[in-house]
């Protein structure tokens, strides 16, 4: 069988979806990742064939093409659909996934019905753009005729799932994952640490006025915080709270190897109602425990693994559970969810659904 990935952004943002690509390649399948690339990738690449740290590109067949700006949306599908003619990616034993709605439309539309698209729903798109409420449903009703034409749907949380299978039953549950490798060895806990964090790419997603309150009740506590300091007006704030900045995943052990919890502060909202929690992966490889406020795929985790997610929406409710998780005896193992949800698993979880799909379309 090939398995095609076609991505929405340039690698470099999303190499998860090399880790999954990668782990399919393992299992015996040719595997292809077909990706725009900006200019100074796109040259770099045909030099180096290397685009950053986390991009490993073993044993899967490399396809990108050139992104002259991200407007030229009809150039770019002509361009995806070239490249799959080209590599003989048209035949029966083909399966296109991507993230992309409007590439599973196009290609859907133009390729031979034996080839099977699946889409693969990585998040609610429409919060990533400045739209207006209308303007919401309208790009979620394009969604929703995309998901009825496809011929299989991944969605990564249990929320997006259940709105899915109405449109389409060939709709399955694909969560994140870490890599496998990144798993750190459990029990190397510092019991004597008083050291929380958080970590985000964009700290401005985070719920700042409740984490400032956090602060405040476990003033005996260091909260450190990885990631863009992107926070606009921070005003005062508690001393206890120490910015360390962006710092790539696979440098992450030696900064957070004395946290004993890991917080996950959700705002309330429409992205975050459907999102997948990958910190909670995230920490779990590292093996700590995350402390997060509610949201509907957390209520998930949390009875998945009860021993590990802890659920709170105040700030004096979070500090309790810091200090009852800190204050224990015990040395818990935490990698139990990465562990469950790693690219390699995740491949193979692919390759179960897309023959369940091939039965049931063909």
């Keep these: 069988m090939k398995i095609v990935y076609v991505g929405r952004f340039p690698l470099h943002i999303q190499s998860g979806h090399i880790d999954l690509i990668s782990d399919i390649a393992a299992t015996g399948h040719e595997a292809f990742y077909i990706i725009a690339l900006r200019f100074k990738d796109y040259i770099r690449n045909k030099f180096t064939r290397v685009l950053s740290n986390d991009a490993e590109f073993t044993g899967i067949n490399y396809r990108p093409f050139l992104r002259v700006t991200r407007k030229m949306k009809e150039y770019e599908k002509k361009c995806i659909l070239s490249t799959l003619r080209k590599n003989g990616l048209i035949e029966r034993n083909v399966v296109i996934v991507s993230n992309n709605m409007e590439t599973c439309s196009y290609l859907k539309d133009r390729l031979?019905?034996?080839?099977?698209?699946?889409?693969?729903?990585?998040?609610?798109?429409?919060e990533y753009y400045?739209?207006?409420?209308e303007e919401k449903v309208s790009f979620d009703e394009r969604e929703f005729e995309v998901i009825k034409?496809?011929?299989g749907v991944l969605c990564v949380s249990q929320k997006l799932l259940a709105e899915a299978k109405e449109l389409n039953n060939n709709s399955f549950w694909f969560p994140g994952a870490v890599r496998k490798n990144q798993i750190v060895m459990p029990g190397a806990i510092n019991t004597s640490s008083k050291k929380v964090g958080m970590i985000s790419n964009e700290l401005s997603r985070i719920d700042w006025p409740l984490m400032c309150n956090i602060a405040m009740i476990l003033e005996d506590y260091s909260i450190e915080l990885i990631g863009q300091n992107d926070l606009a007006d921070l005003g005062e704030y508690p001393s206890n709270i120490r910015f360390i900045g962006k710092v790539p995943f696979v440098e992450l052990p030696k900064y957070v190897r004395d946290w004993r919890v890991g917080l996950a502060l959700y705002e309330e909202n429409r992205f975050n109602e459907y999102c997948c929690p990958l910190k909670y992966f995230e920490y779990s490889s590292l093996d700590i425990p995350t402390i997060s406020t509610t949201i509907p795929e957390g209520e998930v985790f949390a009875n998945l693994y009860p021993e590990m997610i802890f659920l709170a929406d105040d700030a004096k409710s979070i500090a309790a559970h810091v200090r009852?998780?800190?204050?224990?005896?015990?040395?818990?193992d935490y990698t139990r969810l990465a562990r469950d949800h790693n690219w390699s698993a995740r491949a193979e979880q692919l390759i179960a659904i897309i023959n369940k799909v091939k039965k049931n379309t063909f």
């Design 112 to 126: 031979p019905s034996e080839v099977s698209v699946i889409y693969h729903i990585f998040d609610r798109y429409s």
């Design 130 to 133: 400045n739209l207006t409420d």
């Design 149 to 151: 034409k496809v011929d």
């Design 324 to 332: 009852n998780i800190t204050t224990a005896n015990e040395i818990n």
